[in-house]
């Protein structure tokens, strides 16, 4: 899915990677860690083509990135989710209007939009704010926003950018268990985060940058024990389909309010956004 061969990239003769190789399987999840400054950000634009490599080789979905025309950028792009670390929402548009917008430019209809919205807002628990603007909403809000509409076009390849980075650990928790289960359904997804507790809870191959180069590891679960992470996983897959199934036979009442912890969720604090 994703194929790095000696790739470095520069500043101004600053280097940021240097001589990068690696490999992402079609189906993998993987987080991209390293402090701030490290290069992750870089790394993941170069992905779809936001910079382009000093030298070297990139390869997504049997796409060459850097060696493309610029007219194919756009198709690169569609076949992948991008949630980027400042959001990067549309501030004068609603919720639904900034999920769905990939979905209008391709000439979807809107009824089938709205579902698709309502869809993918509901994974995020933020149905109820179909109508509210970014500036109404919290960071972590605005940071699930992006969340749903990186996924509402049911991309192969789903890249994110620091995506608990405002979250409470409650919510950040959810989002990782969210992109586990997505990746269960078949798509490739990669995570950039400095957030080295939750990667130990999720436990994961990990590619750590230090210094330019890209080290190989494979991060152990700790807690809980993978045991219960799978169990947990289950869980949401399981509720998942009994609720499309439920979804699919009869419309649903308006919200029901998720099990767990009481309403006092969803501190985030909202600012730092960006
Ligand atoms: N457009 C640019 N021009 C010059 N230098 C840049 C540019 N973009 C990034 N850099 C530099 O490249 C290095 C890596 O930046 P990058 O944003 O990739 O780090 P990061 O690992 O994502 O950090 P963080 O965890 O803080 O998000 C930094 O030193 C940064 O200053
Ligand atoms: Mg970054």
Known sequence: MIEFYRVSKEYGGRRVLRNVTFQ?????????????????????RLLFRAEQPSEGQILVNGMNVA????RRVPELRRSMGIVFQDYKLLPTRTVFENVSFVLKFLGVPLAERRRR???????????????????????????????????????????????TGNLDHRLAADVMRLFASINVKGTTVVVATHDVALIKEVGRRCLTLSRGSVLEGLVEPELPPQAAWREGLREVLRDG?????????APRPPHRPPAGPGPERGGDDGGGAG
């Open 67 to 70: 060696a493309m025309p610029v």
């Open 241 to 249: 389909a009994r609720e499309e199934a439920r979804e699919e036979r």
């Open 117 to 163: 919205a309502y869809q993918v807002l509901r994974l995020v628990e933020l149905h109820h704010r179909v109508n509210a603007l970014p500036e109404e909403l919290s960071g972590g809000e605005q940071q699930r926003v992006a969340l749903a509409r990186a996924l509402i076009n049911e991309p192969a390849l789903l890249v994110a950018d620091e995506p």
């Open 24 to 44: 992402v399987g079609k189906g993998e999840f993987v987080f991209l860690t390293g402090p701030s400054g490290a290069g992750k950000t870089t790394l993941l």
